[in-house]
């Protein structure tokens, strides 16, 4: 798979491991919408499905309920978790907050390669708006985050922002669903790392907050036709 969704699982000489490579797939096809709450997931069926024992996608559902993605009570089967509406407006008020510091650490600590490379990001994201490709957009905005909190070089806010990876990419996904997001969104991105060539951390950091801001308000748009109806 092009991207890693959850680096808690992978081991440290970066192999994917038969646990990784679960946790990988199931939480891909919730972020995607193949699995949606309430979906069983029995772990003799995943088992199967990638060759291993039961031990590996036992431990691949706890890594996804510890996660958030799964709910797992005692004596009940493993399923698809619920999204809440207020966890997720308070999850994305904090993402704001962050994305705005991690803003102003780019412009402060960035070099003139960093904010190339944050360009060429941004192109792939324009390759893919342009196509209208709602998977491959969000994809590239995943990869567009993770090279903004490289190059921000500040190892505190990457961690909590880790920390809420997987949650925050179901929900991120959700956001580029609504028609026209995709080109807005990319229209915006440009804007932000224009302000980031320009070294204008409190331009950039107004941007970053409003982005994530605005994402905010399409999931809220999106709720009840790709929520409530489940």
Known sequence: MDQNVDRSAQPDDGEASPVAEIVDWV???????????????????????????????????FVLSREGLVDWSPRRRPRVSAVNLKDVREIYQLRAILYAQVSLAIVENATDDDIASLWRAHQRLAEVAALGDVDGYFWANVAFRDEELRVSRNGIFKEVLDSMRMRTNRLRHLSTTLPGRLQRSCAD???????????????????????????????????????DER
Not at 202 to 211: D, E, F, K, V, W
């Open 27 to 61: 939480a891909r096809e919730i972020i995607e919408g193949r699995l949606v709450a309430g979906d069983d997931l029995n772990s003799v069926e995943l088992a199967k499905r990638f060759g291993v024992s039961r031990t590996p996608a036992r431990e691949a559902l």
């Open 189 to 227: 991105h440009k804007r932000l790392c224009e302000a980031y060539a320009e070294r204008d951390g409190t331009l950039a950091a107004a941007l970053n907050r409003s982005i994530v801001l605005s994402a905010l308000h399409a999931i809220e748009q999106a709720w009840t036709t790709h929520v």
